[in-house]
Every structure is written in structure tokens, then in C-alpha cells.
């Protein structure tokens, strides 16, 4: 079992950047893969972007590549998120998300363990 606490949210304008964190601990960090996912008001929960084991391997949704890069420091126990030129639609709760599975991961069921969440809110 594995226990993730994001770290780094916070209310920014648009077109500013965040690092988020998501600090493990418990079983081995590096047997994860890991994702990060969003939710806005009133919205299901949606994919924003996973890593592989070794963090060589990464992919994105459609709506952030470009813009956000997802990597991890396994001597560190830790998963980042850097989000770049956000947008007011970004605004939501993002989660980080553990897999106990050898494949990426793009959906939330996929998922095995998760954080409490951390608030990203980007005023226009």
C-alpha cells in the first residue's frame, strides 16, 4: 500500500505556471506507475497524464500536452506536474494516483490508490 499527499496548488492568472507534488509513502515508489487527474465543479474526473516506473515513458491528454510535463523522483519518493500557460479551464482539483499494474494508465478506475487532492484555480 502507498499513501500520496499533493502539495503546490494554489490560485494563479492565467497564463502563469505551477509545480505540483505528490509525495509517496509506504510500499516502493518506483513500482508504481503514476498518474495525475483533474476534477472541475460539476464534472467527472478526467485524465490529465500518467508515467512509467522508470519515468521514460509519459503521456498526455489531448487538452495539456504542450503545456504541462508530468515526472518523478524516485530517490525522492515524488511525482510532479509542471503546468504551464494555464487557463481558466484548468481550474480544478488535481489528484495524483497510483497503478499497480506494468501498462500507463488513462482512466481513473485504473487506479489502485489516490491522494487527497490539491486546488488549482486560475483567474482570467
Known amino acids: 500500500q502507498v499513501q500520496l499527499v499533493e502539495s503546490g496548488g494554489g490560485l494563479v492568472q492565467a497564463g502563469g505556471s505551477l509545480r505540483l507534488s505528490c509525495a509517496a509513502s509506504?510500499?516502493?515508489?518506483?513500482?508504481?506507475?503514476m498518474g495525475w487527474f483533474r476534477q472541475a465543479p460539476g464534472k467527472e474526473r478526467e485524465f490529465v497524464a500518467t508515467?512509467?516506473?522508470?519515468?521514460?515513458?509519459?503521456n498526455y491528454a489531448d487538452s495539456v500536452k504542450g503545456r504541462f510535463t508530468i515526472s518523478r523522483d524516485n530517490a525522492k519518493n515524488t511525482l510532479y506536474l509542471q503546468i504551464n500557460s494555464l487557463k481558466p479551464e484548468d481550474t480544478a482539483v488535481y489528484y495524483c494516483?497510483?497503478?499497480?499494474?506494468?501498462?500507463?494508465?488513462?482512466?481513473?478506475?485504473?487506479?489502485?490508490?489516490w491522494g487527497q487532492g490539491t486546488q488549482v484555480t486560475v483567474s482570467s
Open positions: 508515467i512509467s516506473w522508470s519515468g521514460d515513458w509519459s
Open positions: 509506504g510500499r516502493t515508489f518506483s513500482s508504481y506507475i
Open positions: 494516483a497510483a497503478r499497480m499494474r506494468a501498462s500507463l494508465g488513462y482512466n481513473a478506475r485504473d487506479y489502485d490508490y
